[in-house]
């Protein structure tokens, strides 16, 4: 049975894919900067980021993008997962219930994800969509130095 303390920790992304209904992949990227978080009081949060994104003219120093030009800010922003809230877990899965997101659609979602660790692996994968497509994400644990 999955326990909280089995997720509490830093991971980050090595891969995602895309299986059809028969397992085959037919989405492969391994091109991203990502970390999720689980906390042992029930938080997560999770930043992801296209690798290769350019720096944008907005002044140094600087947390958010203000400054930075509007074609910039569509750039910097596009392909960018960043959510968090609370975490739970039922049935071998984890529910994500979003509570703040860079994009405010997702406020007010649950993500539901099958969970499978294999030592410091962990991998989230969505239940089916219509056509039996199959998204995971692959996550490996930070270990403590």
């Known amino acids: ?3 909280r303390e089995d997720m509490v920790g830093v991971y ?3 891969g995602e894919e895309v299986a059809d209904a ?4 037919i989405h492969s990227d391994n091109n991203r900067s990502s970390q999720i978080m689980y906390s ?13 994104r350019k720096k944008t003219s907005a002044p140094a120093g600087r ?16 392909a960018v997962t960043c959510y968090a809230g609370r975490y739970e877990l039922k049935d071998g899965e984890v529910h994500h219930h979003v509570e703040m997101a860079l994009n405010p659609n997702m406020i007010g979602l649950t993500m539901i994800r099958r969970v499978h660790f294999d030592g410091p692996n962990l991998t989230l994968s969505a239940r089916p969509d219509a056509q039996g497509h199959v998204r995971r994400i692959k996550w490996r644990r930070v270990e403590v130095e």
């Open 1 to 3: 049975m999955l326990k």
């Open 63 to 78: 947390t958010d993008l203000g400054g930075a030009a509007p074609d910039e800010l569509v750039e910097a922003t596009r």
């Open 22 to 25: 028969q397992g085959q992949i």
């Open 40 to 52: 042992p009081d029930g938080y997560i949060g999770v930043v992801s980021t296209p690798a290769d």
């Open 12 to 14: 980050r992304q090595t």
